[in-house]
């Protein structure tokens, strides 16, 4: 796309009044005004389609999301079982398991909280439009009707002021709008490569933290089968 959705949201439902108030002095405003509204629904049906890939998006986190919590369940049943067992490698094994799994959930949360955020922001530019395009459909029915009441032998006389009677028509409809404002995030890198030297001392520091916590949780699972 030419523009992020936000950002043609917010021309559509901000900017596109002024727009139609510069073409009303062209010679078919009706017909610029149909265009206005023929963008608006191809913006909502972009929105929609956005909003059905964040939806289909949200979906498949939370089952991930659900399959891994079940798995790490089971797992801490079979730690149980491993240790009441003697076979504390086994338990290892499992406990290694649910580390990985207790990685990825915080990420997966964080993905179906995005995206619940982005579904209701979507949805509120669906609202906008669709409030938009209500608007702009009664200015063109008045502005028909206005021109279908003027006399004949006055449609050619008056120009300048039935100009200005539409001009102020359509900017006070605009006023009944807010401003789509989108938000712009920006991630700043500054983060520098580090040297083979430190970068291995880091493996290895994250190695042993690692297996620290197994041992750790190994043991916790131990004081608990002997109560």
């Known amino acids: 796309m030419s523009e992020s959705i936000s950002a043609r949201v917010g021309r559509l439902v901000s900017g596109s009044i002024n727009a139609l108030v510069d073409a009303v002095e062209n010679a078919a405003p009706e017909v610029v005004m149909e265009q206005a509204i023929r963008e608006i629904d191809e913006a909502i049906d972009e929105v929609r389609a956005e ?11 939370n089952t991930r999301l659900m399959q891994e919590n079940n798995k790490h369940d089971d797992l801490a049943e079979k730690i149980q079982l491993a240790v009441k067992q003697g076979r504390d490698d086994l338990a290892e094994a499992a406990i290694a398991q649910q580390l990985d799994i207790e990685a990825q959930i915080p990420v997966l949360e964080n993905t ?13 530019y669906i609202n906008a439009l669709q409030a938009k395009k209500r608007e702009m459909r009664k200015e063109l029915q008045e502005f028909s009707e206005a021109r279908r009441s003027i006399p004949a032998t006055a449609a050619g006389g ?9 001009e102020a028509k359509v900017g006070k409809a605009g006023e009944a709008f807010e401003r789509v404002m989108h938000k ?35 043991a916790a699972a131990k004081a608990g089968a002997e109560d």
């Open 51 to 61: 909003l059905g890939r964040v939806i289909a998006s949200k979906h498949l986190a």
């Open 112 to 124: 179906i909280g995005e995206a619940s955020a982005q579904e209701k922001e979507l949805e509120g």
């Open 158 to 166: 008056d120009t300048a002021t039935r100009n200005a009677g539409v």
């Open 184 to 218: 712009q995030m920006g991630v700043g890198s500054g983060t520098g490569a580090r040297d083979r030297t430190s970068a291995a001392q880091l493996a290895e520091l994250e190695e042993l933290s690692h297996q620290n916590r197994i041992r750790e949780r190994l």
